[in-house]
């Protein structure tokens, strides 16, 4: 069963800033869609970014009736029971309508959060994107107008009498981790790579 969770906008911004990426549901065509997307947030706005040719960022453009989701796996619950066993996770449910992103600050914006999402420190340390680039990428933005939190955490609720049998039982975190960094070409020897949320040694 799930948790009781307060639905406030804390803890729906708490799931969409922990997840990696989220997926994005929309109609096109007349027939269901729904693609994995990053996604950043800045207060209760969330943008995207690529191709103008369509896709996520056609439909979150478009105006049209969005909903998008997002889940944090936070461990696997192992019962005596196979009908107990299951996961706890973090998900939220949010559902708005998007717009193009046309203001040159307000691309910018976009831009610096999804790449300090991604990769923290990414936008003083590298090189900023060139006009070219910029031009060449759509930023759209959703408003949440609602949505819906829902969890589960702790051990599996067992019935009493199979505590007593000899199986184990309990929970196996799940936590998302890097592995060791792999240069690309012509990085010079002894260069540092980022230290991201969640990196080994970090």
């Not at 831009?111 to 060139?130: D, F, K, S, Y």
Request: proline residues 9%.
């Amino acid at each position: 069963m799930p948790d009781h969770v307060e639905q406030t906008w804390e803890a729906a911004a708490a799931v969409l800033d922990a997840a990696p990426i989220c997926h994005v549901a929309f109609i096109a065509d007349g027939l269901p869609r729904l693609l994995p997307a990053t996604h950043a947030r800045v207060g209760n706005t969330l943008y995207f970014h690529g191709s103008p040719a369509g896709g996520v960022i056609g439909a979150a453009a478009s105006g049209a009736a969005l909903c998008i989701s997002a889940v944090v796996l936070d461990g696997v619950v192992v019962a005596h029971s196979a009908c107990d066993s299951g996961l706890n996770y973090r998900s939220v449910l949010v559902t708005g309508t998007g717009r193009e992103v046309e203001d040159p600050a307000e691309v910018e914006l976009a831009l610096r959060a999804i790449t300090e999402r991604v990769t923290p420190g990414g936008w003083e340390r590298g090189r900023r994107p060139r006009a070219d680039e910029i031009a060449a990428t759509a930023v759209a933005a959703v408003a949440v107008a609602g949505f819906t939190v829902r969890a589960r955490s702790g051990p599996a609720k067992e019935d009493e009498a199979d505590r007593a049998l000899p199986a184990w039982s309990g929970v196996v975190p799940l936590v998302l981790r890097t592995g060791p960094a792999v240069p690309g070409p012509g990085v010079p020897p002894g260069a540092a790579p980022p230290v991201l949320p969640g990196s080994i040694g970090a």
